[in-house]
Structures are given as C-alpha cells and as structure tokens.
C-alpha cells in the first residue's frame, strides 16, 4: 500500500462520520443530558443526576430521572421538559452547528431548557439570549447536518 493510499484512506475514514447527520437528541455517556434529569432543571432548579432504575424512552435516546415522579412528568409531558436544540448548546445552534453541552451551564427561559457548551459560553448566550434564539429556531433542526 502506498503512503497516497494511506492518506485517502485515512481521509475517507474521517470525512464518513463528518458527512453523517447528527442524531436529533445529544447523547453523553449513553444517555440523553449525559444521564441528567431534565425535569429538575424546573423543579429544583439545579442539575441533578438522573438514576439508572428511572429511564424513559424518547426520540431514540434513553432519558434518566432521579425519581419515578420526575419520569412520569416527563413521559407525560417530553416537550416540556426536553431541552430545546436537543440538548445541544443553544449558542452552537444560533451558529449553525451543534456542539455538545455540560449540566451546569443552564437557563431556563419562558418555560423551555436551553443548554450552553460552557459556563463561559452561557456567559455570552446570556447577553442576548432572545436574539439567540430566534437564530437558533431559524438553524434547527438544519445545524444537525454540518
């Protein structure tokens, strides 16, 4: 095999996944939120770790609770609940792209779950968090794509 070949190959085994459309939902740790309960962004204002015994089914990815009620609410009420962006940090999707996300660089903004790439990001999201999003709502779900 020649060093040219090598080199194609290699490229081609990078640009596949690169081509590929992102899933709906971002997926850390085999969870959605990396295994953090959404629904205690809005009743304990605060990230909390999810539970392997309280787990839903939603969108192609397994969402985790920390307890039977928070689930429930969810899977009576996803859309609720579920970050906007699918998780993926709202200023990345106001960009064009996505980005993964951390648990501690939230907001919770006219009912809905917006989730930031850094605190430091958020930092800069927070400045103008309306403009974002209406850039974000005009990118998604087309950023899953680049």
């Known amino acids: 095999m020649t060093l040219h070949t090598l080199v194609f190959a290699a490229a081609l085994a ?3 996944p690169a081509l590929a459309q992102k899933p709906e939902i ?6 959605a939120l990396g295994g953090y ?14 539970d392997a015994r309280f787990t839903h089914q939603w969108k192609g990815a397994t969402w985790r609770f920390a307890s039977a009620a928070h689930r429930d609410a969810f899977a009576a009420a996803p859309e609720k609940y579920a970050p906007r962006y699918g998780g993926y940090c709202a200023y990345g999707v106001a960009s064009g792209y996505t980005v993964p996300t951390v648990p501690e660089a ?25 403009g974002y999003i209406r850039k974000a709502d005009a990118n998604w ?4 794509e680049r």
């Open 14 to 16: 990078f640009a596949a």
């Open 106 to 130: 939230w907001t919770v903004r006219d009912g809905r779950l917006y989730l930031n790439y850094s605190t430091g990001v958020q930092q800069s999201w927070l400045r103008d968090p309306a």
């Open 37 to 50: 309960d959404p629904v205690a962004y809005f009743t304990e204002s605060r990230p909390v770790q999810g």
């Open 26 to 31: 971002y997926v850390a740790d085999g969870a």
């Open 141 to 144: 779900p087309q950023a899953l």
